[in-house]
């Protein structure tokens, strides 16, 4: 529907707006009040069209002065003749001077009221005020539940087996003793009968210890004892630390920023194995998505980085983020450190601090 008097709308005429009381009013051209544009009297600045541009007022170009005409003697009145025919219209006369002004005429009644007025258009949206304060940290929230426990580390290697114990020496057999000497051999008596059986003769002394016999050979080797139990394990290239974050980071760039206090050094002559984690808490008072990484030496660790949306109001939310990872450390000195870029939203978040957001940073070196 076209409102009001516009170029292109239909016949160009003030169409009324819909549900307005009243029957439909005149255009101020339509002088004939015909609803038609009679371009020749009602076009007033010819061009083409009737349109609220002819109910201007309109001045012509002024004409040029004409020159005065001689004045004529007068002549002596005649009889007054009879009227003759009138004769045909003669041709138009140059234009005579220009009249004076002449009194201002009256002042017309007035018009009727016009129609009410388009609507106008809506202005442009008020530019978006400033933020609001920051409003006040939200209470902690309940302790999560805690992580699943971890692998069991790997079984110490079996220590060397102990030496054998040499075999003890094989003892000299002593020498056998002399025998004693026989008793003398008794007369041989007559032979008569059988006499009694004489009795047994004492035993002769016990003979003197012979001397100690040569060394006997060395025996062969002894089986192998039993293996010994498994000895405790070592602590060598072992140790543990962590860090905590010392101030709150406002996470405004979509570059990585490291967090204030979460940054550990490792110190090693070979490439070593260690276990990496890091828990922290994120804030925001609008709408933020933010990323958080593990960094070894400068170098992002991969499957260390952990994507968190946080949403909120004026009192503001918050989120955590927990990341656990074993990697190879390389040779030499290296940093190990948290850090948190913004990726999209309508305002920035925060990071780490020494409050319900507080973050850790925990590196253990596990010997290889």
């Known amino acids: 529907m076209c409102l009001g008097v516009f170029a292109g709308c239909g016949d160009n005429s003030l169409t009324p707006i819909e549900d307005l009381a009243g029957p439909p009013g005149i255009s101020c051209w339509d002088l004939d009040e015909s609803a038609t544009c009679e371009t020749a009297t009602e076009d007033t600045n010819h061009d083409g069209n009737c349109s609220v541009a002819d109910c201007l007022p309109q001045s012509g170009p002024i004409g040029a002065t004409g020159q005065p005409g001689q004045a004529g003697t007068e002549g002596p009145q005649g009889p007054a003749g009879a009227t003759g025919p009138a004769g045909p219209a003669g041709p138009t006369g140059e234009a005579g001077p220009a009249g004076g002004t002449g009194p201002a005429g009256l002042t017309g009644p007035a018009g009727p009221m016009g129609m009410m007025g388009i609507p106008g258009i809506m202005g442009i949206p008020g530019a978006t005020g400033p933020a609001g304060l920051t409003g006040a940290t939200g209470a902690a929230g309940?302790?999560?539940?805690?992580?699943?426990?971890?692998?069991?580390?790997?079984?110490?290697?079996?220590?060397?087996?102990?030496?054998?114990?040499?075999?003890?020496?094989?003892?000299a057999i002593g020498a056998t003793g002399?025998?004693?000497?026989?008793?003398?051999?008794?007369?041989?008596?007559?032979?008569?009968?059988?006499?009694?059986?004489?009795?047994?003769?004492?035993?002769?002394?016990?003979?003197?210890?012979?001397?100690?016999?040569?060394?006997?050979?060395?025996?062969s080797t002894g089986a192998a004892g039993p293996t010994g139990p498994t000895g405790p394990a070592s602590t060598t290239g072992q140790?543990?630390?962590?860090a905590f974050s010392t101030s709150q980071l406002t996470v405004i760039s979509s570059n990585f920023v490291a967090i204030p206090g979460l940054s550990?050094?490792?110190?090693?002559?070979?490439?070593?194995?260690?276990?990496?984690?890091?828990?922290?808490?994120l804030d925001s008072t609008l709408f933020a998505s933010i990323e958080v990484a593990l960094f070894v030496g400068g170098v992002q660790v991969q499957g260390g980085t952990r994507r968190a949306l946080v949403t909120g109001g004026s009192s503001g939310t918050s989120d955590t983020w927990s990341i656990a990872l074993s990697t190879t450390v390389p040779a030499g000195t290296r940093t190990i450190d948290v850090r948190a870029r913004y990726v999209s939203g309508l305002l920035f978040g925060q990071v780490g601090g020494t409050g319900p957001s507080a973050a850790t940073l925990t590196v253990l070196g596990i010997n290889n």
């Open 142 to 171: 309940p302790t999560g539940a805690a992580g699943p426990t971890g692998a069991a580390g790997p079984t110490g290697a079996t220590g060397p087996i102990g030496l054998t114990g040499p075999a003890g020496a094989i003892g």
């Open 264 to 281: 550990l050094i490792v110190d090693e002559n070979d490439p070593h194995l260690v276990f990496i984690s890091s828990t922290g808490g």
């Open 239 to 242: 140790f543990a630390d962590t």
């Open 178 to 219: 002399a025998a004693g000497a026989p008793g003398a051999t008794g007369q041989t008596g007559a032979t008569g009968a059988t006499g009694a059986t004489g009795s047994q003769g004492a035993t002769g002394s016990q003979g003197a210890t012979g001397s100690q016999g040569p060394i006997g050979l060395t025996g």
